[in-house]
């Protein structure tokens, strides 16, 4: 339920690496990743597998479903993938974009 968050803090933590220590071989991977996720988005940009793949409710069980903890994950990737000296057109920062724009008011 919780998994994707996950991969989101492995991209958080490989973002800052990069930016001190740049290694072609790992930004790579990570932009395969970020590439992968992407693809998983949902039409109106949401992403969180359990749901997609589940077919629940988005939304619907705050308290305990982990939705927003790992979408704040996802923008803590986003952020550190975003800053100076790394990629502002990311495909990470535009679906996360894309992501907050589903939330529910």
């Not at 597998?49 to 479903?65: I, M, P, V």
């Not at 996802?74 to 975003?82: D, G, K, N, S």
Request: proline share 6%.
């Amino acid at each position: 339920m919780f998994n994707d968050s996950d991969v989101y803090k492995w991209l958080e933590a490989v973002a800052y690496d990069l930016t001190l220590h740049p290694d072609p071989k790992l930004e790579k991977t990570a932009d395969e990743v970020i590439a992968l996720l992407a693809a998983a988005q949902a039409e109106d940009g949401y992403l969180n597998s359990y749901f997609q793949l589940t077919k629940k409710e988005r939304f619907s069980d705050l308290e305990y479903a982990h939705e927003l903890y790992c979408a704040g994950h996802l923008i803590e990737a986003a952020i550190a993938h975003h800053r100076p000296a790394r990629h502002p057109d990311s495909p990470v920062c535009c679906g996360t974009n894309k992501n907050c724009g589903g939330w529910p008011a």
